[in-house]
């Protein structure tokens, strides 16, 4: 009959009950990873909220910390946010008051002459060229004829999808109100992370985690601001810009432009498609102008301001900014188009944390000097 010790003895060799103890743990702890996958699954639209609203926090931050240093302390944390957040929201219902108005018109009228402008029929006569291919317009307007009646086939099934779209983003206006208010909370909660990461900086591996952390909070902060402002200046320039060229439709365009700046590469790439596009079948008599002024600004944004503005760990490969968006259509639609660019920032980030980490411990610590 076996003794207590050689029962322990065979437990601790590996098997219990015939099951090995190494294959238990590794099964169970993937069955937890699939638990925990799956888990994330099914609250997706929740963290994607929560996403949303960390990323809306680091816009209003800014404001907040140059409002305290206006008042110096004199009003308190929480009044002083509020403060901030109706002035936010004072400026945006400006703005839309003075533009709104014009864009919805335009918009209208665009919808309205669509069919008009799209017409194959009176396109040859429409047609703006130069008097130097003015012996080609019936060769090109045969061109566009084709390339208009080709795509005919597939605009219902892309009208659909984007009614579909418009549905599931109207089901989804209560998202609206909940990011301010997370993004809220988060920033009068503020003083409660930070005492966390000091705590985490006192434990083991803490520095690591604690250097994750500020890098995350740095790459997100850098990115969100950045986009914000080069989608302002898209705004203000395209605006400006087609108004005084009389482009038709300028303030509309400019609009469409500046939501797509937050799609980079293939964003103002359908842009300026969709500028020259109006422009064009309108019958807008100078289209080569408005091409120069959309390469002379898309070299002055890709090359001088967006580099000055992402400078802060944001530098992500065209090549990978182009993977991660079509990864993200394919993983989470509109949604991951938009985070694709700071995921991929992010984990870039993480990796060179985790090399610097490496370098530290595994580089000799220099003798003391004598």
């Known amino acids: 009959m076996p003794t207590t010790a050689a029962t322990t003895a065979h437990c601790q060799g590996g098997t219990v009950f015939g099951i090995d103890a190494r294959t238990a743990r590794v099964v169970w702890t993937a069955a937890l990873v699939v638990a925990g996958l799956y888990g994330v699954f099914l609250v997706r639209t929740t963290l994607l909220v929560m996403l949303i609203a960390v990323l809306f926090s680091y816009l209003i931050y800014p404001l907040f910390v140059l409002a305290q240093r206006v008042v110096g302390g004199r009003i308190p944390r929480t009044p002083l946010l509020c403060l901030v957040y109706l002035v936010v929201v004072a400026l945006v219902a400006l703005a839309g008051g003075l533009f709104g108005s014009q864009v919805a018109e335009q918009a209208t009228t665009l919808a309205h002459q ?119 200046a898209t705004l203000l320039a395209y605006g400006l810009v087609l108004s005084l060229m009389g482009v038709p439709f300028a303030l509309l365009l400019a609009g469409a432009a500046a939501v797509l700046e937050v799609i980079p590469v293939l964003g103002p790439l359908v842009a300026a498609v969709a500028i020259v596009g109006v422009a064009l079948f309108s019958g807008y008599e100078h289209v080569g102008w408005v091409v120069a002024f959309i390469t002379a600004y898309r070299i002055f944004q890709d090359y001088m301001l967006n580099p000055y503005l992402m400078s802060e760990g944001v530098d992500v490969p065209p090549i990978l900014v182009v993977f991660g968006l079509l990864a993200g259509e394919e993983l989470a639609g509109v949604s991951g188009i938009f985070l694709s660019v700071p995921f991929l920032a992010a984990v870039r980030m993480v990796a060179m944390q985790i090399k610097l980490h490496r370098a530290k411990i595994t580089s000799p610590v220099a003798p003391p000097p004598a």
């Open 114 to 232: 669509l069919p008009t402008l799209l017409d194959p029929a009176t396109l040859e006569r429409r047609l703006p060229l130069p008097g130097v291919l003015e012996p080609l317009r019936a060769r090109l307007a045969g061109f566009l004829r084709d390339l208009l009646q080709g795509g005919s086939s597939q605009a219902m099934p892309f009208v659909r999808n984007i009614g579909a779209g418009l549905v599931h983003l109207a089901g989804n206006l209560i998202y609206v109100v909940v990011v301010p208010i997370l993004s809220f909370l988060m920033i009068l909660q503020g003083p409660v992370f930070d005492e966390l990461l000091v705590t985490m900086n006192q434990r083991r591996n803490g520095a690591f985690w604690t250097d994750v952390l500020h890098g995350l909070n740095t790459v997100l902060s850098s990115y969100v601001r950045a986009l914000a402002l080069l989608s302002l």
